[in-house]
T-cell receptor, first 114, second 110 residues
């Protein structure tokens, strides 16, 4: 498909375990974003990648969270030593230009930490 | 620090009538505003946007109004259709970051 894809769609893990969430952006999109949506909340910005520039990590809630983007395409969000408050839907988005204009979202990964 | 607020968590409207969704923001540096629509188990999809230099943008049944002095924007959907039932997010741009409201769940009754 031509859209943003994310895997897995659902992830249930035990507290203290590490998880990896994957995002495949739309081909050719240079900007990639990760957001988190907790229950009843809006989308919370986590991290932004643009081309070869250093990522903006200002939204990451703690040092247990990290993300990388390999080859300017696929991105992986890693959460180490998961906590129950990490339970949320993690959304990835990509866009063509370095702009806060229209972003194209994937379906999200629902993470549940028991 | 919630810079974008949607104070109505839900809205119920009869099919054919107007839906009005409201959004308030606090950051005067926002220069672009967007509305996204989200169905369950799907990511948000872009609906309509407006630049801060405009006060109105219309696209078919959807119109967004911006009142910069009041730091307020609204989305009008007319006429409302059953397929419009979804969660609507207001978002505001400052450089490349989007700040989102918590969303309003719209239910269109037949």
């Amino acid at each position: 498909g031509a859209g943003v894809s994310q895997s897995p769609s659902n992830k249930v893990t035990e507290k203290g375990k590490d998880v990896e969430l994957r995002c495949d952006p739309i081909s050719g999109h240079t900007a990639l974003y990760w957001y988190r949506q907790s229950l009843g909340q809006g989308l919370e910005f986590l991290i932004y990648f643009q081309g070869n520039s250093a990522p903006d990590k200002s939204g990451l809630p703690s040092d247990r969270f990290s993300a990388e983007r390999t080859g300017g395409s696929v991105s992986t969000l890693t959460i180490q030593r998961t906590q129950q408050e990490d339970s949320a839907v993690y959304l990835c988005a990509s866009s063509l230009i370095r702009s806060g204009g229209e972003q194209f979202f994937g379906p999200g990964t629902r993470l549940t930490v028991l | 620090d919630q810079q974008v607020k949607q104070n109505s968590p839900s809205l119920s409207v009869q099919e054919g009538r107007i839906s009005i969704l409201n959004c308030d923001y606090t950051n005067s540096m926002f220069d672009y505003f967007l509305w996204y629509k989200k169905y369950p188990a799907e990511g948000p999809t872009f609906l309509i946007s407006i630049s801060s230099i405009k006060d109105k943008n219309e696209d078919g049944r959807f119109t967004v109004f911006l009142n910069k002095s009041a730091k307020h924007l609204s989305l009008h959907i007319v006429p409302s259709q059953p397929g419009d039932s979804a969660v609507y997010f207001c978002a505001a741009n400052n450089d490349y970051k989007l700040s989102f409201g918590a969303g309003t769940t719209v239910t269109v009754r037949a």
